[in-house]
């Protein structure tokens, strides 16, 4: 069963308020239960208590050095987890500390060897401690084919999308014409095509999560993209309405 | 020779957050990058940066760095605001039970 969710914002809550029905689960920052501490928890175990929730961490930075110099940031996220009943998280396969600078955003990875061994490094030495799989940035993958960056059709090729266990959705904004991953509009009817061919190859997918965070007054789009992700969940929890793509698909997700 | 992500890091991290770092790597892009990083991959790696890439990250740092400091600062706002709170209850407790410790 594929739940279907979106970022948690107060924002929001108006617009959501009569189409609950759109929502299965929220995702939330772990960072600010987090950095909450102890007077995070008791708001993190009220929104576990409200139903199914979904952890979203921007602060892991699992592309550089940094991700293995703060254990007991580690510590703390398995805190959170515990209390909400999560047991995965997601992040980004970016970097976002340098040693102890923080970016404050999130740096895209150089695409040699080096570093992804260094990345899987990162991600062994988190895994040890909190457990987890992949998500799949869906837009992330088209913004980057937008900009030139990549064929998306080869990086869904290039992964098993077994180990997916979640999917992310988002609206970009066109910049100086450099597309943004701001989460921000409504969700490309590309990516939404995207998302049809693909679910049905993921068979641990159990969320999709349409990411809004910013123009929140415009939670009509939200309610419109939470229709269209729903009617295609439902097929793929549908058995035999769908077909499964033939090819080994699957995507990374670089910021 | 394995190629030095993490110095190369350090760099990117430079240019995003240092203005000056900015300007030399703009104003000479190879020199700036192989002034900085032993590795001719990484050096090049450094000097191919778009720019407008670079100042728009930049400028996002920046950006997100104020939304990220004020919230930071509510946060301890409050956070002194609960300790004081806390300290001036625990003070009437102990200054309560001692009156009522030094009664006959």
């Known amino acids: ?255 | 020779m394995r190629r030095d992500v993490i110095a190369t890091q350090r760099v990117v991290a430079d240019l995003l957050l240092d203005p000056e770092a900015r300007q030399a790597w703009d104003h000479d892009p190879h020199g700036f990058a192989s002034a900085r990083l032993a590795g001719t991959d990484e050096a090049a790696m450094v000097a191919r940066l778009q720019p407008a890439g670079i100042e728009a990250a930049a400028l996002s740092h920046v950006v997100k760095k104020a939304r990220f400091d004020h919230l930071h600062r509510l946060h301890h706002a409050h956070e002194d605001r609960q300790n004081a709170r806390r300290a001036e209850a625990a003070g009437h407790d102990h200054s309560h039970g001692h009156d009522l410790g030094g009664r006959p």
């Open chain 1, 1 to 255: 069963m594929i739940r279907v969710g979106c970022t948690f914002r107060a924002g929001l809550i108006p617009h959501l308020w009569e189409h609950h029905d759109l929502v299965d689960t929220f995702e939330y920052s772990l960072d600010g239960f987090v950095a909450a501490g102890a007077d995070g928890h008791r708001p993190a175990a009220t929104c576990a208590a409200t139903g199914p929730l979904s952890l979203h961490s921007i602060d892991l930075s699992l592309g550089s050095a940094a991700a293995r110099a703060r254990p007991k940031h580690l510590e703390e996220i398995r805190e959170v987890m515990t209390i909400t009943g999560v047991d995965e998280i997601s992040d980004h396969l970016a970097y976002s500390r340098v040693d102890d600078r923080r970016l404050h955003d999130f740096a895209p990875l150089w695409r040699v060897d080096e570093q992804v061994d260094l990345l899987v490094e990162n991600l062994e030495w988190v895994q040890e401690r909190i457990g987890g799989r992949l998500v799949l940035d869906i837009s992330n993958v088209l913004i980057n084919q937008v900009n030139g960056y990549t064929d998306a059709a080869d990086e869904f090729g290039a992964l098993d999308l077994d180990a997916v266990v979640q999917v992310h959705l988002a609206g970009g904004e066109l910049v100086d014409g450099l597309m943004w991953d701001a989460h921000s509009s409504p969700v490309p009817g590309t990516d939404l095509d995207w998302l049809t061919r693909l679910l049905p190859a993921m068979p641990n997918c159990r969320s999709v999560i349409v990411e809004r965070d910013e123009r929140l007054q415009l939670g009509e789009e939200l309610v419109a993209d939470l229709r269209a992700v729903r009617s295609i969940v439902d097929a793929a929890n549908t058995p035999g309405t769908t077909d499964i793509v033939g090819a080994r698909v699957g995507a990374s997700a670089p910021g």
